[in-house]
């Protein structure tokens, strides 16, 4: 089955080039139905770190390298590219690449908004049961996402949530999604799935089995966004060797790790994956913000094929979208951040307005 998303800036229905897709199919088919030394084996650190070695590392073992169809295939823009492409002479190099965000990638400045963090395909969803966007227990299980933190998990419980795929091509720096003061930043242990549509509709709450870092960000203290409590979770996945902690609040410069009692500027640098596939989870406290609006008009939009339809009881499309544009905003205040979208996106925000795509 084809794995399709819209682009939010086009408003384009793209089909995903899904790569390993055969053996991700294979691994998880046979992992469903003998469960136990194989997929252990295939879903571990060292086996990770070996492959994403020789993938990414080697001048001779990756596709990146031979030519440069890799780029024209998955529309890699490479004049966004902060250092010249010419000097890359290993696919590390391509993965962990850095763009000239502050020119190429606007961000909305209302108080209130809150921002991508990062370029990803994104699908939204809530926790409440009475909810029309009610996704629960498929992606992942609250208490083992959060590492089981009580204190954290009463939080977000019947909370929202964003679930953001990186694939392998896209640019894999995360920015601040929101400003405020870090209350906890913590480790929770666990393997490396891949993050594949196909492994995660096979094994249902996959996200929240990975290895993860967990940031608690309160956005209700002095020159915060005023959302609430924020969970942002960078999640590893297959080939994904560890999750780098370099915040920045000037472009690149002076990174420095992320601590308790730390404020963080909203849209700037925090970390970076090395390299591979990768997923981040937002969640955020009840009835604190609202999506996007054609966000959420994508996630049900008819006819596109999607391997999210497969497992989820009904049809759930992403939306490609850029790291620092318009996610959410503080609840009530969607109109009024109707004005950092382009002239495309505020037709499309207008249109799902007056559509019904709340469904029951």
């Not at 959420?296 to 009904?314: A, D, Q, T, V």
Request: aromatic share 10%.
């Amino acid at each position: 089955m084809k794995h399709q998303y819209i682009e939010r800036y086009t408003n384009r229905v793209w089909t995903e080039k899904l790569f390993a897709d055969p053996w991700v199919r294979l691994i998880y088919s046979k992992a469903e139905e003998n469960p136990g030394l194989l997929l252990r084996m295939l879903t571990s650190g060292w086996f990770s770190r070996a492959l994403a070695s020789l993938l990414y590392d080697s001048r001779l073992g990756s596709p990146f390298n031979r030519n440069r169809h890799f780029f024209d295939s998955t529309h890699v823009d490479l004049t966004e590219c902060a250092d010249e492409p010419g000097r890359w002479k290993t696919a590390r190099e391509v993965f962990e690449r850095k763009i000239r965000y502050w020119e190429c990638r606007p961000m909305c400045r209302e108080p209130s908004a809150v921002v991508s963090p990062a370029d990803a395909r994104i699908l939204v969803g809530s926790l409440l049961c009475r909810s029309s966007i009610f996704i629960k227990g498929k992606f992942f299980e609250l208490d083992e996402l959060l590492g089981r933190k009580k204190k954290f998990v009463h939080a977000f419980r019947d909370g929202d949530f964003a679930v953001l795929r990186l694939t392998p091509e896209k640019y894999h720096y995360n920015h601040t999604p929101v400003a405020g003061e870090v209350v906890d930043i913590y480790e929770v242990q666990g393997m490396y799935h891949s993050c594949n549509p196909g492994a995660i509709v096979g094994m249902a709450a996959s996200l929240s089995k990975n290895r993860r870092v967990v940031t608690i960000i309160d956005t209700d203290v002095y020159r915060g966004s005023r959302v609430g409590l924020v969970a942002m979770i960078e999640i590893v996945a297959l080939m994904i060797g560890d999750v780098v902690q370099c915040y920045s609040t000037r472009r690149y410069d002076s990174p420095a790790p992320v601590g308790k009692g730390m404020f963080l500027e909203k849209g700037v640098p925090k970390s970076r994956y090395r390299p591979g596939s990768s997923t981040d989870v937002l969640l955020f406290e009840r009835e604190r913000i609202d999506f996007a609006r054609d966000i959420l008009f994508n996630m049900h939009r008819p006819g596109i094929e999607s391997r999210y339809s497969e497992g989820f009881g009904r049809p759930l499309v992403e939306t490609d979208i850029r790291v620092r544009s318009l996610i959410a905003s503080g609840k009530n205040a969607s109109a009024a951040n109707v004005s950092c979208l382009d002239e495309g996106e505020k037709e499309r925000w207008k249109m799902s307005c007056s559509s019904c795509f709340w469904l029951s």
